[in-house]
């Protein structure tokens, strides 16, 4: 098939050179053009593990190109996917402008039978203002009498960052909502050679599959947390309680991982946006505000043990290993290691940071003053306390002999319980997680 991807960001990317993979001829468009000429020379533009042997290999087949302009490959497409961003307004829903934008300038420039697909998030009811849109630009361009041509279908994607392609190619299930019972075929023939069950269903109940997803994951992640917090008060570890409910088929043992709470581009945006989408339709989904509440108390908590346990941080050298929201990428969306760093630069810290692959994008948003690194071991030269935020896999291996001698403090202070099991306390440390109990040092 034809497949037109527009957006290549971290989800259009990903799938374009998935469904490439698989056979498809695939054209991504996108409005940024640097993007868009370091992807034609090969390169991809994030860290995401897998994709750039994956884009390499495609474009050698010749099934994958790259451009700007969206009228010299929409031309012979089956199928134009939309995968832009939907990032949250201000007061909290999903801004739809990259999409519409995107809509209207396909309906500007389609004149044949094609299916148009959502990838991006979007609220309930927007595949139906997506095609609007495009059928209103078709007949703008004076071609009314093809419009009936057009169907959407709503293709919500579950990916993580840091295993996007292996997600796409072993996804749990394919989500498939649309009217039109011949569209839904032609997208679900798209994925032939993949594994798994698909769920066909109405328009919006593929859109809230979506939300409700995120919503549920994040709604385990607030409540292990508030767990944790307990824990702490009563003597418990929380990882072990985790382990204990998760073995329980029922709850299962995912997203019980206590720390400083969810970040990236979607937990945050998209929890936020289906309690908007309750209120519009007049419906105070409660739970969802806890949510909310819990996670940004989490990094309150823990930022506040971190002042109280060194008794202020003004002028103290202080180091931060992680700015990626999660290991295997380079996003810092939401990133709670930005967010810490810069809660104590704000209080005066002398701040050195430190992560494998988001130092590039941490220094578009962090200030002069902070020290970047080339390594761990020297972000916490001279420092008082170590903080950790995203559990990359290195920062085990680190020596804990040398970072004791190199560090002038002995307080780790650890929002992701990376070290937990490493008994920092017998190597001279202060070591605190979240939901283990107090400093042992
Ligand atoms: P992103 O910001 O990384 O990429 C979006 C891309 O769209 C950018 O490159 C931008 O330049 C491009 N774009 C914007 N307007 C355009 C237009 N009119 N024409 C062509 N290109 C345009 O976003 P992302 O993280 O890939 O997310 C995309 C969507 O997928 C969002 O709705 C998100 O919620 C959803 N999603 C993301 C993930 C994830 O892990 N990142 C997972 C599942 C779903
Ligand atoms: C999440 C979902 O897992 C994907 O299914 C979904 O497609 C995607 O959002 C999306 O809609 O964009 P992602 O944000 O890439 O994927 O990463 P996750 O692995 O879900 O982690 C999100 C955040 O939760 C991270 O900050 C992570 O550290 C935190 N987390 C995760 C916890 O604090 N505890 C856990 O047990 C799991």
Redo the contacts with the bound molecule.
């Keep these: 098939m034809n497949l037109v991807m527009i957006g290549t960001g971290y989800v259009g990317l990903t799938t374009g050179v998935g469904f490439a993979s698989l056979g498809h001829n695939v054209a991504c468009v996108d409005v940024n053009a640097e993007k868009i000429a370091q992807l034609d020379m090969g390169k991809v533009p994030f860290y995401e593990p897998g994709v750039q042997d994956a884009l390499t290999m495609v474009q050698e087949q010749g099934k994958i190109v790259f451009t700007t302009d969206l009228k010299s490959v929409i031309g012979g497409a089956d199928i134009i996917m939309l995968a832009v961003g939907t990032p949250s307004t201000r007061t909290g829903e999903a801004n739809l402008e990259y999409l519409f934008s995107a809509a209207e300038q396909v309906g500007s420039l389609l004149d044949h039978e094609a299916v148009i697909v959502t990838k991006s998030?979007v609220p309930v009811g927007t595949n139906r203002l997506v095609l609007e849109k495009v059928r209103k630009g078709m007949s703008e361009a004076g071609r009314a009498e093809l419009t009936s041509l057009i169907n959407i279908v709503s293709l919500p994607?579950?990916?993580?960052?840091?295993t996007a392609f292996e997600d796409f190619h072993n996804p749990d299930r394919v989500v498939i909502g649309a009217d039109d019972e011949i569209a839904a075929q032609t997208v679900a023939k798209l994925h032939e050679g993949l594994d798994a069950p698909h769920v066909i269903t109405k328009l919006e109940s593929a859109e809230l599959i979506k939300y409700a997803?995120?919503a549920l994951?994040a709604t385990k992640?607030s409540f292990i947390n508030e767990i944790a917090n307990l824990a702490e008060r009563v003597g418990a570890d929380v990882r072990d309680v985790a382990e204990g409910i998760g073995l329980d088929k029922r709850i299962g043992p995912h997203?019980?991982?206590a720390?400083v709470?969810?970040?990236?581009?979607?937990?945050p945006k998209?929890v936020s946006a289906l309690a908007q989408l309750g209120g519009a339709k007049g419906y105070t989904f409660k739970l969802l505000s806890s949510v909310i509440e819990v996670n940004n108390r989490q990094r309150e908590i823990f930022f506040k043990r971190i002042l109280d346990e060194l008794g202020g941080v003004k002028g103290r050298r202080i180091a931060v290993w992680g700015l990626a929201?999660?290991p295997d990428t380079d996003d810092i969306r939401e990133s709670a290691g930005v967010d810490i760093a810069q809660r104590l630069h704000a209080h005066g810290a002398d701040l050195a940071v430190y992560d494998p692959q988001a130092m590039n994008n941490t220094r578009r948003v962090l200030s002069d003053h902070v020290e970047f690194t080339t390594t761990a071991m020297d972000a916490a030269r001279g420092a008082e306390a170590l903080i950790v935020l995203t559990e990359w896999p290195e920062f085990k291996e680190v020596s804990f002999e040398m970072l004791r001698e190199n560090m002038v403090g002995q307080h780790i202070f650890d929002g992701r319980n990376h070290f937990a099991d490493m008994d920092l306390h017998k190597r001279g440390f202060c070591y605190q997680g979240v939901g283990l109990g107090t400093c042992a040092s």
């Design positions: 998030t994607e579950f990916l993580r960052e840091g997803a995120n994951l992640i997203f019980l991982r720390g709470g969810y970040g990236g581009s979607c937990f998209d929201f999660k």
